[in-house]
C-alpha cells in the first residue's frame, strides 16, 4: 500500500514558476513508476509526466516539454515536478500517482496504469 501526499500548489503569474512535491510512504517507492496528471474544470484527467523508478527515464506530454521537469529522490520517497514558464491553460488541480508495475514509461499515459493516488493540489496562473 502506498500514500500519496501532494504539496507545493498555489496561485502564480503567468511565466511564474512552482515546485510540486508529492510524498510517499510504503515499500515500494523506489520499485514504483511516478507520474503527475492535472485535471481542470470539466475537463478529463490529463497525463503531464512519469518518471521510472531509478529516475534514469522521463516522459512528457507534449505541451509542457521544455517547462517542467519531473525528478524523484528515492531516499526522500519523493516525486517533484517543477514547472516554469507557466501559462494559464497550466491551470489545473495536479494529482500524483504510482504504478508498483516498474513498466517501461512513455508507451501509455492511462491513468489506469496506476495504482495509487494523491488527493491533488490545486494551480492557478493568472494571465
Known amino acids: 500500500q502506498v500514500q500519496l501526499v501532494e504539496s507545493g500548489g498555489g496561485l502564480v503569474q503567468a511565466g511564474g514558476s512552482l515546485r510540486l512535491s508529492c510524498a510517499a510512504s510504503?515499500?515500494?517507492?523506489?520499485?514504483?513508476?511516478m507520474g503527475w496528471f492535472r485535471q481542470a474544470p470539466g475537463k478529463e484527467r490529463e497525463f503531464v509526466a512519469e518518471i521510472s523508478a531509478s529516475g534514469l527515464r522521463t516522459y512528457y506530454v507534449d505541451s509542457v516539454k521544455g517547462r517542467f521537469t519531473i525528478s524523484r529522490d528515492n531516499a526522500k520517497n519523493t516525486v517533484y515536478l517543477q514547472m516554469n514558464s507557466l501559462k494559464p491553460e497550466d491551470t489545473a488541480v495536479y494529482y500524483c500517482a504510482a504504478d508498483d508495475s516498474n513498466r517501461p514509461i512513455g508507451i501509455s499515459t492511462k491513468p489506469t496504469l496506476y495504482d495509487y493516488w494523491g488527493q491533488g493540489t490545486q494551480v492557478t496562473v493568472s494571465s
Open positions: 510504503g515499500r515500494t517507492f523506489s520499485r514504483s513508476v
